[in-house]
């Protein structure tokens, strides 16, 4: 009888003073292993384990880390939750380099095959003289529509002498540069669409000097034939690309030959 009353625990002083009671044993532990014995560091709390902050991901030192980031630990085959991801074979560095960026880009005003054809046909009109094309190109439009020389004060020079005369060649340069930008920048739409729509603001200035809107047909036309020629009528997809090509040339220079000319009226 004495023995049992010695195991048993003497109240402290504050428990007899105060009448603390003493804290009951924690129940909700759970072993995670089940061969060795029971230390403090081998018990969770149970309410740990349940707790959604933490269940999301085994093993994470961050309960920040977003649903990318664990995915990336993850099956790299396989988006995460909500997330767009582009689908990868290997996360290595290598094959990271390789893999194309997803960046969507503006739209192109020609297709792929266009572009393709048309850098093939400049490289062979260049081989035959490309700088004969702008020649070429302004020829034709003098021809097609007489009263655009003034325009240019080539209004006293004869026909059979345009091509020699100063100011007929440095206008005519600008059909030649005008193409190798377009081919230099071809996969570039929005570097196109503003240089044209800049040569077409500058045409405003012409306006006291007689220049009309519908000239912008006489220079698709003339441009579009003068592509036809140096294809020889033979690629019909590549003549249908120059189409393509001149319309939106066209289209972009007299949208900035309108903008300019509403500014300047209406202010």
């Known amino acids: 009888m004495g023995a049992d009353q010695?195991?048993?625990q003497k109240p402290?002083?504050?428990?007899?003073?105060?009448?603390?009671e003493r804290p009951p044993p924690r129940k909700n532990k759970v072993r995670v292993s089940k061969t060795d014995p029971p230390r403090d560091e081998e018990m969770l709390?149970?309410?740990?384990v349940q707790s959604p902050s933490c269940?999301?991901?085994?093993?994470?030192?961050?309960?920040?880390?977003?649903a990318m980031d664990a995915h990336s630990e993850g099956d790299p085959g396989e988006p995460g939750p909500s997330t767009s991801v582009c689908p990868v074979k290997s996360t290595s560095y290598e094959?990271?380099?390789?893999?194309?960026?997803c960046v969507e880009r503006v739209s192109h005003f020609l297709t792929r095959r266009e572009r393709i054809l048309l850098e093939h046909s400049w490289k062979k009109c260049k081989k035959t003289g490309s700088e004969h094309v702008g020649s070429k190109i302004f020829l034709m439009v003098l021809t097609a529509q007489p009263d655009i020389k003034p325009i240019f004060g080539l209004e006293k020079i004869p026909q059979g002498r345009l091509k020699y005369d100063p100011r007929f060649r440095q206008h005519a340069q600008v059909f030649t540069?005008?193409?190798?930008?377009?081919?230099?920048?071809?996969?570039?739409?929005?570097?196109?669409?503003?240089?044209?729509e800049s040569l077409g603001r500058r045409h405003?200035?012409?306006q006291g000097r007689g220049f009309d809107p519908i000239y912008w047909e006489t220079f698709a036309e003339c441009m579009t034939q003068a592509a036809v020629e140096w294809e020889a009528h033979k690629q019909r997809l590549t003549l249908s690309a120059w189409r393509t090509l001149v319309s939106n040339i066209i289209t972009f220079m007299r949208r900035g030959f309108d903008e300019e000319n509403g500014k300047r009226k209406y202010g």
């Open 177 to 196: 540069r005008s193409f190798e930008y377009v081919i230099k920048n071809i996969e570039f739409p929005e570097k196109i669409e503003q240089h044209f």
């Open 45 to 48: 709390d149970v309410s740990m």
């Open 6 to 8: 010695s195991k048993k």
């Open 12 to 20: 402290t002083l504050a428990e007899m003073r105060y009448k603390i």
């Open 95 to 101: 094959s990271a380099l390789a893999r194309p960026l």
């Open 55 to 66: 269940s999301y991901m085994e093993g994470s030192v961050d309960s920040g880390v977003s």
């Open 204 to 206: 405003v200035a012409f």
